[in-house]
């Protein structure tokens, strides 16, 4: 409306135009000139405001689409983690950021690591099932919005990995958002619980969320054994790997399964990711043998 009708809207004197990249620009709306040149009018000062604008507008844009690309690039580009088989060789997460842990150990059916502490936030799943597809995406969208600004600071933090699924022990759980998602199920509820990782850089000072179904928690430093597998997760699966790697552990020498320990499920891909290519791990907490 404005560029169709331009005599209604006075222009000022003078106006200037700042682009942090590039140099200013100042339209002058003046009855004289002071070098002799004709006088601009009202009508092409507003074509000039036109294009100098549509200049920001692209500058902008340009650095939309920066931004754009590097985020995709997280995704399109992924990072592997060392792998012990085919099954891992082809497995690729997201180059976000994710828990910090160091390999203590490799077996020929699982790895020990142990992992620094770090925050999530929480929410118990709807369902009698850790994995069901509308559970699962009602507490991961409650759990996206916390993290996007559903915040009593309306702050956007980032992405991290993996999501985990978490079943907690039956008298609850001791207080502990780059990565994962848990979900852990409530023995005594028949519950399931979700978890995003909280990014690193907050450490405790983490904004409150607005919505009372999301909790903050501490996770503390453990040691935990781990299996890698592509594919989807169904509750059926994790029940058979979380048996047989509590079989082989029993043969390790130096870790065993620690007392009250329940199985945790990390998911480090978003749901396009083609299924032998995607990384998922369950793990169990353990503690070293005595001597």
Known sequence: MLLCNPSLIPLPKTLTLKNPNKPSLTITNSITTTNGRKPMSAFEARVSLVFALASQTSSLSQRLLVDLATETAKYVFPKRFE???????????????????????????????????????????????????????????????????????????????PVITRKAQSDGEKMEMTTPVITTKLEDQDKWQMSF????????????????????????????????????????EVKQRELKLRDALKDDRQFQVKEGASVEVAQYNPPFTLPFTRRNEIALEVERKEE
């Open 197 to 236: 990782v909280m990014p690193s850089k907050y450490g405790a000072s983490l904004p409150l969320p607005k919505d009372s179904s999301v909790r903050i928690k501490d996770v503390p430093k453990k040691i935990i054994a781990v299996v890698a597998f592509s594919g989807f997760v169904t509750d059926e």
């Open 83 to 161: 792998s012990r088989n085919l099954e891992e060789a082809l497995m690729a997460v997201p180059d976000l950021e994710t828990v910090k842990f160091k390999v203590l150990s490799r077996r020929y059916q699982y790895e020990i690591r142990e992992v620094e502490s770090y925050f999530i936030a929480e929410t118990t799943m709807p369902g009698k099932t850790g994995f069901d597809f509308n559970g699962a995406s009602q507490s991961f969208n409650v759990l996206a919005e916390y993290l996007f600004g559903k915040n009593t600071k309306k702050e956007r933090m980032e992405m991290t990995t």
